[in-house]
């Protein structure tokens, strides 16, 4: 009996994924070229900036000449290929990231623009589209969207015509998120940034680029985005990363966002990095190769769900631009099933059945796997999806190949087992 076997896998499932991965090889490759790319301009990054076996310790209390927290800051910014970075303990998730990007770079009268149809969720809120305490829209920020057209091509005309002298800013999200519509080259990113720029050069683009990171050889401040923003319980933190986001960019724009962060006055001086500087180092050099992980278990668990007559986002032969895949089941029983089976393959909480619940803000009930080192971390092995139509699942993750591999092939077992019961 094989080590599959032992653990739950048929020989069925075994045997389909192995001839996967067979025809996954030619793919998996152009993988493993972009994460070696990626692993030496990260390395480049650490030598350049002299990262030193004393950067690996902390501070505490106010923070004030924090070596590791600064020479960090520093090793983002030459990553990104940006004037600036600020990374830190203090920015307690993407959203908070987003937020405070937006909110130190806007001030009342000024309208923000987002050209790439609606914005993740939880930047509903942020800018005031819901209603919320402390939104942009209560300090007189205005929010216009331009939706992107069929086929996810920019609608160029509409965004000419909704850019006006108080657009300050423009959003642009890398990533689907959960929305239907394709993900976003960085290229794409760049010749949207252009056309932005064509018509007034002093508006800054941001981009929301969280699940995106490593994906490519470039980032968005590689084609002309100000600012770059995202979350270090995903890509970047390689999954060692306890909490904290970035903001890479123009030096203006991260002071900005440092003032707002802590005071006016006070900026990037402050802020102790506590025990946690080691693991951001660790999990910034690990994260090309642990993108890459995730990167092929979205492709490996896209041909297979495709090849059982599963429609997949991404499908089994697009390029791609983040680490999130998208299964339509269209029938609860399998979305619970597949999630079920990420959740019984995880190295924490295996034990734990997942459940549909009534989660704030969402009309339907939603169920979640993760069995993570790190709580909500969403680079490691992880799927969720709202019980509605189509009851698509995303799932995205994994730290290592070998470990995305058999997680993916547990959900799958538990789908099959799910369609003979
Ligand atoms: C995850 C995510 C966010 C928000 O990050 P949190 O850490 O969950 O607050 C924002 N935008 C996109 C595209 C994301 O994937």
């Known amino acids: 009996m094989s080590i599959f076997n032992e653990l739950g896998i048929d020989e069925e499932t075994?045997?389909?994924?192995?001839?996967?991965?067979?025809?996954l090889t030619k793919r998996f490759e152009e993988i493993d070229r972009i994460a070696e790319y990626n692993q030496l301009k990260v390395l480049k990054a650490m030598q350049?900036?002299?990262?030193?076996?004393?950067?690996?310790?902390g501070t505490t209390g106010y923070g004030y000449n924090d070596i590791g927290r600064d020479t960090l800051e520093n090793v983002y910014a030459h990553t990104f290929h940006t004037e600036a970075a600020l990374v830190r303990?203090?920015?307690?998730?993407?959203?908070?990231?987003?937020?405070?990007?937006?909110?130190?770079?806007?001030?009342?009268?000024?309208?923000?623009?987002?050209?790439?149809g609606k914005p993740y969720d939880t930047l509903e809120e942020v800018i005031g589209i819901r209603p919320s305490k402390g939104s942009l829209a209560e300090y007189g920020v205005t929010y216009s969207q331009v939706d992107l057209l069929d086929d996810s091509e920019f609608d160029y005309d509409g965004?000419?015509?909704?850019?006006?002298?108080?657009?300050?800013?423009?959003?642009?999200?890398r990533s689907k998120g959960y929305q239907t519509r394709k993900t976003l080259s960085v290229e794409r990113i760049g010749?949207?940034?252009?056309?932005v720029k064509g018509i007034n050069p002093n508006i800054?683009?941001?981009?929301?680029?969280?699940?995106?990171?490593?994906?490519?050889?470039?980032?968005?401040?590689?084609?002309?985005?100000?600012?770059?923003?995202?979350?270090?319980?995903?890509?970047?933190?390689?999954?060692?990363?306890?909490?904290?986001?970035?903001?890479?960019?123009?030096?203006?724009?991260?002071?900005?966002?440092?003032?707002?962060?802590?005071?006016?006055g006070l900026g990037k001086e402050?802020?102790?990095?506590?025990?946690?500087?080691?693991?951001?180092?660790q999990g910034f050099f690990l994260a090309p190769t642990v993108t890459a992980s995730a990167l092929k278990g979205a492709i490996f668990a896209a041909n297979l769900f495709e090849d059982a007559g599963y429609d997949v986002i991404p499908d089994s032969t697009e390029s791609r631009h983040d680490i999130i895949q998208a299964i339509r089941f269209g029938n609860a029983n399998k979305l619970i099933a597949f999630c079920k089976g990420i959740q019984s393959a995880a190295p924490v909480d295996s034990f734990v059945t997942p459940e549909p619940w009534d989660m704030p803000g969402y009309d339907s009930q939603v169920i979640m796997?993760?069995?993570?080192?790190?709580?909500?971390?969403s680079i490691e092995l992880s799927a969720d999806g709202p019980l509605k139509p189509p009851y698509a699942v995303y799932f995205q993750g994994g730290l290592t190949w070998p470990h995305v591999k058999f997680g993916i092939m547990k959900a799958f077992q538990a789908v099959k087992d799910c369609d003979k019961m």
């Not at 657009?167 to 999200?173: A, F, P, Y």
């Open 48 to 57: 350049e900036c002299n990262v030193s076996e004393a950067c690996l310790l």
């Open 191 to 195: 010749e949207l940034i252009a056309f």
């Open 89 to 116: 303990a203090q920015i307690t998730c993407g959203t908070h990231a987003l937020a405070l990007a937006l909110m130190s770079n806007l001030r009342p009268g000024d309208e923000l623009l987002s050209p790439v």
């Open 369 to 377: 796997a993760a069995g993570t080192f790190v709580s909500g971390s």
């Open 204 to 264: 800054i683009c941001m981009v929301d680029n969280c699940y995106g990171e490593f994906t490519e050889k470039i980032e968005p401040s590689d084609v002309g985005a100000d600012m770059v923003v995202g979350s270090l319980i995903k890509n970047p933190g390689g999954g060692l990363a306890p909490i904290g986001g970035y903001i890479v960019g123009k030096k203006e724009c991260i002071e900005n966002a440092a003032y707002r962060l802590t005071s006016p």
């Open 159 to 173: 965004i000419k015509k909704a850019i006006n002298e108080r657009t300050k800013l423009v959003t642009i999200q």
């Open 270 to 281: 402050v802020g102790a990095s506590l025990g946690i500087l080691k693991d951001l180092y």
């Open 14 to 23: 075994q045997k389909i994924s192995e001839e996967t991965c067979k025809r």
